[in-house]
């Protein structure tokens, strides 16, 4: 069936490098998509979204990238630094009935910040 | 705003109890989601609600789990009941629906649930 994976379960970075996220979807009907960054023990938080009409969104340190043609989701962050590690996952909202804010999320990645 | 709210944070229980989980969603908005996240599986859509209405409880696993949304700041997804491989962290989120715009939903901190 449709779904959002991710291709990497575990990413290891140098504080102070750049991490790029992957992120693969299937549903091209999806309109949005969506970066949630989970600590331990915590609820995912938001960190940044995309419509389906735009290419590149930025953030405080953040960019999503997307790309339809391979139905592709980044996310990089720049200078990263101990409290960026974490699991991110994307989401994509696949619209709900109701005009409801739906989301499938995929498997998550363990982003990890070696000092 | 507080942010949503969810009680208990940990909850232990035997197989064969009920168990009742609860959340206040943030302030004003008008959906509100229960998740299930597992190793296994993953983060799963339970059932989501619009202005109190359940909208779509197709993730609801099955007839043990039941959730209720008396109003529009509170909402409780129960199990009875319970069983072993319902051991999870089960989240509520909220958001509020934008004309056009996206829906960015809230997630409250989780009840981690042991079932033994």
């Known amino acids: 069936g449709e779904s959002v994976g991710l291709h990497l379960p575990t990413l290891s970075v140098q504080e102070g490098d750049n991490s790029i996220i992957n992120c693969a979807y299937s549903?091209?009907?999806?309109?949005?998509f969506i970066w949630y960054k989970q600590e331990s023990g915590k609820g995912p938080q938001f960190i940044i979204d995309i419509r389906s009409n735009m290419d590149k969104r930025q953030g405080q340190r953040v960019t999503v990238l997307l790309n339809k043609t391979v139905k592709h989701l980044s996310l990089q962050i720049a200078a990263t630094q101990p409290g960026d590690s974490a699991v991110y996952f994307c989401a994509e909202n696949r619209g709900g009935r109701g005009g409801g804010n739906k989301l499938t999320f995929g498997t998550g990645t363990q982003l990890k910040v070696e000092l | 705003d507080a942010g949503v709210i969810q009680s208990p944070r940990h909850e232990v229980t035997e197989m064969g109890q009920e168990v009742t989980l609860r959340c206040k969603p943030i302030?004003?908005?008008?959906?509100l989601f229960w998740y299930r996240q597992t190793m296994m599986r993953g983060l799963e859509l339970l059932i989501y609600f619009n202005n109190n209405v359940p909208i779509d409880d197709s993730g609801m696993p099955e007839d043990r789990f039941s959730a209720k949304m008396p109003n529009a700041s509170f909402s409780t997804l129960k199990i009875q009941p319970s069983e072993p491989r319902d051991s999870a962290v089960y989240f509520c989120?909220?958001?509020?629906?934008?004309?056009?715009?996206?829906?960015?939903?809230?997630f409250g901190p989780g009840t981690r649930l042991t079932v033994l």
């Open positions: 989120a909220s958001s509020l629906r934008r004309t056009g715009g996206s829906d960015t939903q809230y």
């Open positions: 302030s004003g908005h008008d959906y």
């Open positions: 549903n091209s009907a999806s309109d949005y």
